[in-house]
Structures are given as structure tokens and as C-alpha cells.
């Protein structure tokens, strides 16, 4: 077996670490921001202060331009399209009876519309907000509503602790009022780095996820030849049973909020895209537990990795790294 880094790396000391943050708020500040100097930085961690992490995201994914002067436009853009994006996708029968009425208005021979509602006979069994059948627009419109309604109520409670979620503070406000629009073109800009993960048509491929599981059955032979062998030869857990999860849902059930998105941090970093980066944390995931994965049996290893460890993310990310 190859050697494997066991050791964790020492911890920073804090005068690092405020070093650390210094950097990343100076790199921030630049007119033109150097990409490579972010990645760099945030590899290691993004501070947890407000505002910091989304706009270093942004940036690494693409989403903001490195050129300052031009965040403004382009974020007044991209949260117009995705405006433009809903009103036309997302079916809203009171616009459409709105429209219908307006021509009705225009149309000399149209029936008239009574107390700005459409006359009965114009109205059509789909279109009639009391005919809830599975074809009528109006009973899509209310559950609709009624899940962006459970969703608005689910993410303001998710982490009432954190400034992100907080209710009463500007930037939170800020969040809450551009976080769909924002959210929605970042993920993806991060689905791009996954898509054929997610395609049914490329399961069987070298690009698709059951390549991207023997990709990550390659790393752990490569650098731990006998904890393979012992995993899928004389335990049979072939990594579709745990890893499926790990890689399609980005670790994000495999480790509390604060450490999923210290991992992130360092996903996002790669600026050759995430996979290869995701695949060597989860290489390194195995090799930290690996005595006890040696020592088990199918059951005992399954249960491990699918219900992953508390571990010490600073020291997992190193020893992914060492796996570069």
C-alpha cells in the first residue's frame, strides 16, 4: 500500500488565521480580481463574516464577472432574465384571464366582461378557478403557491442563527430578496460541473455516474490497493452503496451545515471543476477510517459509510489534497 497522510496537519494559529481573512477581504477589494489568488484563499476556508462567502462563491462559479465596475449590471441582468424566466414558465391563470378580458375588451363582437370579471360563457372548464381537475390551470397555479409558500417558510427557519437567515438585519433582508434569483443561476453554474451524473442516457458511460464510481474505485486502488480489495472483493461494498449519495448529493448528508460548507469552499475551488476534487475527498473519506473498514465485514462497513463519522473536516481536506 501506498503511504497515506494519517497525521493531521498543525492547526493555524490565529495571527494565520486573521492573515488569512485579511487576504481574502483584500483580493475582494481589487477593481480586477485575481481568480487564481481567490481560489487560492478560499481553498483554505472562506470567512464566515456577512456577505463574504456569497460574493467569493459568486465570483468562483462564475456568476460575477472579476471585473467590480461590472457587478452591478450584471447582477441587475441576470436577476431581470430570471424575472422574465418565471413569467414565462411559471403559469399564472389570473394574468391569463386578465389577458383574455383585455382582448375581449378590443374585440367589437367579444361578449362583454361584467364587473372586470369574464362573462360565464367565455369561461372553460381548465380556466375556472372552482374546477379543480387535474387538467385545470388554476388547480397547477394553487399548488404551486401553496409549495413556494412552505419553501418561503422552510428557509427562513432553516438556520435562524445565522445572518444569512435572519430576518431583521439589511443583509438578510438583501438575501431573502435576491437569494431565488441568485441561487438559481449559481446552481447552475454548479449542476454544469455534475450534469452528466444526473443523465439517465449516460449511466452506462465513462462520463456518467456509474463512470464516475469506478473513477472513484480507481483513486482508492491507487492509493490503498489492499483497503479496496477489502471493500469490494472480500466485502463486496461496491461503492454504489455509499458513494452514489456522497457524490450526488456533494457530501451535503454526509457532514453538519458548517462542514459541508467549509468543504464547498474548497469544491468550488478547483479551477479545473469540482469532480476531481469531490472524488478525492471521498478517497480521503475511506483511507481516515480505514482500520475500521479492514476489520469489518458487509454489514458493519456498510453501516459505517453510510452513516459517515464526525471527523475533523481541516484534516479530511488535507489529506485529499495530499491525494492531488
Known amino acids: 500500500m501506498a503511504s497515506s497522510p494519517s497525521s493531521p496537519p498543525p492547526a493555524p494559529p490565529p495571527d494565520f488565521e486573521i492573515s488569512r481573512q485579511s487576504r481574502i477581504f483584500a483580493a475582494l477589494s481589487k477593481k480586477v480580481i485575481d481568480l487564481d489568488e481567490l481560489r487560492m484563499l478560499a481553498a483554505q476556508g472562506v470567512p464566515d463574516a456577512a456577505g463574504v462567502r456569497s460574493t467569493v462563491w459568486k465570483l468562483l462559479l462564475g456568476y460575477l464577472p472579476n471585473d467590480r465596475s461590472l457587478w452591478e449590471q450584471e447582477l441587475a441582468k441576470k436577476r431581470s432574465q430570471y424575472a422574465a424566466f418565471k413569467d414565462e414558465f411559471l403559469s399564472n391563470p389570473v394574468e391569463t384571464a386578465r389577458q383574455v378580458e383585455r382582448e375581449g375588451n378590443n374585440n367589437d363582437n367579444a361578449e362583454h366582461v361584467e364587473n372586470g370579471l369574464l362573462h360565464r360563457s367565455e369561461v372553460t372548464q381548465e380556466?375556472?378557478?372552482?374546477?379543480?381537475?387535474?387538467?385545470?390551470?388554476?388547480?397547477?397555479?394553487?399548488?404551486?403557491?401553496?409549495?413556494?409558500?412552505?419553501?418561503?417558510?422552510?428557509?427562513?427557519?432553516?438556520?435562524?442563527?445565522?445572518?444569512?437567515?435572519?430576518?431583521?438585519?439589511?443583509?438578510?433582508?438583501?438575501?431573502?430578496?435576491?437569494?431565488?434569483?441568485?441561487?438559481?443561476?449559481?446552481?447552475?453554474?454548479?449542476?454544469?460541473?455534475?450534469?452528466?451524473?444526473?443523465?439517465?442516457?449516460?449511466?452506462?458511460?465513462?462520463?456518467?455516474?456509474?463512470?464516475?464510481?469506478?473513477?472513484?474505485?480507481?483513486?482508492?486502488?491507487?492509493?490503498?490497493?489492499?483497503?479496496?480489495?477489502?471493500?469490494?472483493?472480500?466485502?463486496?461494498?461496491?461503492?454504489?452503496?455509499?458513494?452514489?449519495?456522497?457524490?450526488?448529493?456533494?457530501?451535503?448528508?454526509?457532514?453538519?451545515?458548517?462542514?459541508?460548507?467549509?468543504?464547498?469552499?474548497?469544491?468550488?475551488?478547483?479551477?479545473?471543476?469540482?469532480?476531481?476534487?469531490?472524488?478525492?475527498?471521498?478517497?480521503?473519506?475511506?483511507?481516515?477510517?480505514?482500520?475500521?473498514?479492514?476489520?469489518?465485514?458487509f454489514t458493519s462497513n456498510l453501516k459505517l459509510l453510510q452513516n459517515y463519522p464526525p471527523t475533523n473536516i481541516s484534516h479530511l481536506l488535507y489529506v485529499a489534497n495530499k491525494l492531488h
Open 127 to 297: 380556466e375556472h378557478p372552482l374546477i379543480l381537475g387535474k387538467t385545470s390551470v388554476w388547480n397547477n397555479f394553487f399548488e404551486y403557491t401553496e409549495i413556494m409558500e412552505q419553501i418561503d417558510r422552510d428557509v427562513k427557519r432553516t438556520h435562524p442563527d445565522m445572518h444569512f437567515f435572519c430576518g431583521d438585519s439589511s443583509f438578510a433582508k438583501s438575501n431573502q430578496k435576491f437569494a431565488e434569483a441568485d441561487s438559481f443561476f449559481c446552481f447552475v453554474e454548479l449542476l454544469s460541473g455534475f450534469r452528466d451524473n444526473f443523465c439517465q442516457k449516460l449511466d452506462n458511460s465513462a462520463v456518467g455516474i456509474r463512470g464516475t464510481l469506478a473513477k472513484l474505485s480507481q483513486l482508492v486502488a491507487k492509493y490503498d490497493a489492499e483497503l479496496q480489495h477489502h471493500l469490494e472483493i472480500t466485502t463486496e461494498v461496491n461503492p454504489q452503496f455509499y458513494a452514489f449519495r456522497w457524490i450526488t448529493l456533494l457530501l451535503t448528508q454526509e457532514f453538519n451545515f458548517a462542514d459541508t460548507i467549509h468543504i464547498w469552499d474548497t469544491l468550488l475551488s478547483d479551477p479545473d471543476g469540482p469532480q476531481e476534487t469531490l472524488l478525492r475527498i471521498c478517497c480521503a473519506m475511506l483511507i481516515l477510517v480505514r482500520k475500521r473498514l479492514l476489520a469489518g465485514d
